[in-house]
T-cell receptor
Framework: QQQVKQSPQSLIVQKGGIPIINCAYE??????FPWYQQFPGKGPALLIA?????SEKKEGRFTISFNKSAKQFSLHIMDSQPGDSATYFCAASMGYIPTFGRGTSLIVHP | KAGVTQTPRYLIKTRGQQVTLSCSPISGHRSVSWYQQTPGQGLQFLFEYFSETQRNKGNFPGRFSGRQFSNSRSEMNVSTLELGDSALYLC????????????FGAGTRLSVL
C-alpha cells in the first residue's frame, strides 16, 4: 500500500517556468512533510519541510503549499533554472522514518 | 564536517552470493537508516539503528540484515542474493532524537547477475 502518492512522474519546463509537484497522503497521523532533491550519482538531500499547522512555507525559490483537510501538499519552484533539473521526492513521517513518494524527474530546459 | 560515507560505491555479485555494505555516519549522529532505491518502487525503508539497537524495521525478508557498531558505523548484509536485489542502497544518518533531518550518503549501486 502506497501511503504517499506523488505526481507527475516526470516534468519538463522551460527556464523561468514554475513546475509544480503534488503529493497526497492517507495517514492523518503524519506530522512532518519534507521534500528531498536528488541529483544523479548523489543521495537525496533535504530541500524544505513543513508541519501540518502551517499552510505554506517558502525558502528561496522553493515553496510548499499544504492542505490538511485534503491531505495534499505540493512543491512549487519559482523561476526554475537548468540547475534545478533533478529528481524530487516528497515524504511524510510520524516518527523517525519518512515514507517517500515515488519521485518526480524534473528537467528544466535553458 | 564529513558527510555520510558509503562503501563500496559499486558492487557486482551473482545470484546466491552474499554482500556486505558499509556506512559511516556524520560524526555525532547516532541513528543510521538504510533504504533500497529502485526505479519501480522508489525509496523503500529497510531498517534503522540507534545506539547499536535496531529501532525500526521495514517490510523486507530476513535475507536483509544489519548491525551498528559502538562508533555508530553500520553495515548491511544481504544473503542469498536474487536478481531483484539489484538496486541503489542508501544510508542516512541523523542525530536520532525528535524530528531529525536525515543526511544521505551517495549510495552503493549493487548489480546482481
Amino acid at each position: 500500500q502506497q501511503q504517499v502518492k506523488q505526481s507527475p512522474q516526470s516534468l519538463i519546463v522551460q527556464k523561468g517556468g514554475i513546475p509544480i509537484i503534488n503529493c497526497a497522503y492517507e495517514n492523518t497521523a503524519f506530522d512532518y512533510f519534507p521534500w528531498y532533491q536528488q541529483f544523479p550519482g548523489k543521495g537525496p538531500a533535504l530541500l524544505i519541510a513543513i508541519r501540518p499547522d502551517v499552510s505554506e512555507k517558502k525558502e528561496g525559490r522553493f515553496t510548499i503549499s499544504f492542505n490538511k483537510s485534503a491531505k495534499q501538499f505540493s512543491l512549487h519552484i519559482m523561476d526554475s533554472q537548468p540547475g534545478d533539473s533533478a529528481t524530487y521526492f516528497c515524504a511524510a513521517s510520524m516518527g523517525y522514518i519518512p515514507t517517500f513518494g515515488r519521485g518526480t524527474s524534473l528537467i528544466v530546459h535553458p | 564536517k564529513a558527510g555520510v560515507t558509503q562503501t563500496p560505491r559499486y558492487l557486482i555479485k551473482t545470484r546466491g552470493q552474499q554482500v556486505t555494505l558499509s556506512c559511516s555516519p556524520i560524526s555525532g549522529h547516532r541513528s543510521v537508516s538504510w533504504y533500497q532505491q529502485t526505479p519501480g518502487q522508489g525509496l523503500q525503508f529497510l531498517f534503522e539503528y540507534f545506539s547499536e539497537t535496531q529501532r525500526n524495521k521495514g517490510n523486507f525478508p530476513g535475507r536483509f540484515s544489519g548491525r551498528q557498531f559502538s562508533n555508530s558505523r553500520s553495515e548491511m548484509n544481504v544473503s542469498t542474493l536474487e536478481l531483484g536485489d539489484s538496486a541503489l542502497y542508501l544510508c542516512a544518518s541523523s542525530l536520532g532524537a525528535g524530528k531529525n533531518i536525515q543526511y544521505f550518503g551517495a549510495g552503493t549501486r549493487l548489480s546482481v547477475l
